[in-house]
């Protein structure tokens, strides 16, 4: 079984900075793409910012700039840094990763729980 278990959001104001974690754990052979997604209320979810596995970052046009994604594959661990937050940036925020689990099982997609961002005076 393969667990994907996010922490840090919370209520913040705007223009101040917040840092998601989120920590992949169980049997896992190998990571590949890790990212974060977000889903307001009454929207669809969108992706925010993918960590690929050659290293590359891509991010959403809404938040380059502002949020940097990195990772500690050495914790299997991604982490989202926002700055400069805006009232828009709230939602829910979701941590994604790719993993193939020990076994010569298939790559699956895996989903964290959801961890809410408040931007709010």
């Known amino acids: 079984q393969v667990q994907l278990v996010e922490s840090g959001g919370g209520l913040v104001q705007p223009g101040g900075s917040l840092r998601l974690s989120c920590a992949a754990s169980?049997?896992?052979?190998?990571?590949?793409?890790m990212g974060w997604y977000r889903q307001a209320p009454g929207k669809q979810r969108e992706s925010v910012a993918i960590s690929t596995s050659v290293g590359s970052a891509n991010y959403a046009d809404s938040v380059k700039g502002r949020f940097s994604i990195s990772r500690n594959n050495g914790k299997n661990t991604v982490y989202l840094q926002m700055n400069s937050v805006k009232p828009e940036d709230t939602a829910v925020y979701y941590c994604n990763a790719l993993i193939r689990s020990r076994g010569a099982m298939p790559v699956s997609d895996y989903w964290g729980q959801g961890t809410q961002v408040t931007v709010s005076a």
């Open positions: 169980g049997s896992i052979e190998n990571i590949y793409a």
